[in-house]
């Protein structure tokens, strides 16, 4: 099997780097600004700047596969593409492919109605608003999601909505416009994965009430508006359900495969630009009289990065062309393997980066505190490592059972 990319995937690649080098990277330290100016609430106006510019260059909506919206790519197509726009925390959402709101798109596009998708699925494909996904809470272990505790309870022509939700991304944003929020219709079902339904919730509705900002290691509004959501008494109409009570679990599963998978391909352009600026630093510190780079422990953490970086890649690209000719549901294996070990590894290489920078490096004048706090959270979100090497295991001892 041959991942190398297509023609049409070259020139994207092509284009896409080249809008990198004259608008992400030469505005990364005024994004970081922003970040720390304007923080989780407000917009930032670098980001607006940006998106019609990466919109009339036709580097918009990537991520969306066969799609009048988009560039119609396959996982494997849009790997590469991916895997540059994580190079830089500023970049996803300039093209219109950050989380969460890819797989909100995706879920409005596979299981929304017609009006779902004329009221926000389009808005959202226009980049004019953004959106979150409640699906964790405080109160219980998340990473077990048949043990959410919100409730859906239908009184009538509306859904009467209860719970309290934290790490909703985007929620502090105030172009946050809807939220797919995930609870229990009927809890007493014996079959735990048909308790949750999925139903939106316009942000302005009565009862919603955005309660703070979490900081994610001391970094509000980048890389992540982690954020605690209180819903109380929220009313909704019935209409707002997606695709009919108790299918929560399976647009769950639906909506994290590609979360997942392109949260890895990001992660590796992370991890490559760690390893560009550990190669970048060492040769041009002395310490001791001769370059750090010469130092037996630099080259052999820089030989491991691009070991491992290799590894990273071409397990992602692989479960990216299994995704793409068997299925999410087929491919959970090789989804689960890249999930633990892709951020595993890029956190590792950023360590190793930020050590090579000393204590430079635990700033964020050289972008590396930012991505490391990105690449440990992605060792909880969309489901802990604990949880995907259980799932791994049960399915290789299936084997011999």
């Not at 635990?362 to 930012?370: C, I, Q």
Request: with cysteine.
């Amino acid at each position: 099997m041959s991942f190398d990319p297509s023609p049409k995937v070259q020139e994207l690649m092509a284009r896409l780097n080249a809008f990198m080098d004259r608008h992400i990277y030469p505005n990364e330290e005024r994004h970081v600004k922003e970040a720390e100016e304007y923080g989780p609430w407000r917009v930032l106006p670098l980001i607006e700047e940006l998106k019609p510019l990466a919109r009339a260059e036709g580097l918009w909506n990537l991520f969306l596969p066969e799609s009048e919206h988009g560039a119609g790519l396959t996982n494997l197509e849009y790997a590469p593409l991916c895997e540059i726009m994580g190079r830089s925390l500023l970049a996803p959402e300039v093209f219109n492919c950050s989380a969460p709101d890819t797989g909100n798109m995706e879920v409005l596009a596979r299981y929304g109605t017609k009006e779902h998708q004329d009221k926000w699925l389009r808005p959202l494909l226009d980049g004019e608003i953004r959106s979150c996904f409640a699906m964790t809470e405080p109160a219980v272990a998340s990473s077990d999601a048949t043990n959410i505790q919100s409730a859906i309870v239908r009184d009538g022509d509306e859904y009467v909505i209860n719970g309290h939700k934290w790490y909703t991304t985007n929620a502090t944003d105030p172009r946050c416009k809807i939220c797919i929020f995930m609870g229990k219709t009927d809890p007493d079902n014996p079959n735990r994965h048909l308790q949750q339904s999925m139903v939106l919730v316009p942000m302005d509705t009565p009862g919603v009430q955005v309660l703070r900002s979490i900081p994610v290691f001391g970094f509000y509004g980048m890389p992540d508006r982690a954020s605690e959501v209180l819903f109380k008494d929220v009313r909704v109409p019935v209409s707002n359900i997606l695709l009919g009570e108790g299918r929560g679990f399976e647009i769950a599963q639906g909506r994290l495969g590609p979360g997942r998978i392109h949260h890895c391909m990001r992660e590796i352009g992370r991890a490559e630009r760690a390893l560009e600026r550990m190669c970048r630093r060492t040769l041009s510190r002395v310490a001791f009289g001769k370059p750090v780079s010469e130092n037996g422990v630099t080259m052999e953490r820089i030989a491991e990065s691009r070991i491992l970086i290799e590894q990273a890649r071409l397990l992602t690209l692989n479960a990216a062309h299994r995704m793409d000719t068997v299925g999410n549901k087929v491919a959970r294996a090789e989804i689960a393997m890249i999930k633990v070990a892709v951020p595993n590894i890029t956190g590792k290489i950023i360590d190793w980066a930020i050590q090579a920078h000393g204590g430079g490096g635990t700033s964020n004048d050289f972008g590396l505190a930012a991505a490391y706090a990105m690449s440990r959270v992605l060792r909880l979100a969309d489901g802990p490592d604990e949880v995907h090497r259980q799932q791994l295991a049960r399915m290789e001892l299936k084997k011999y059972r």
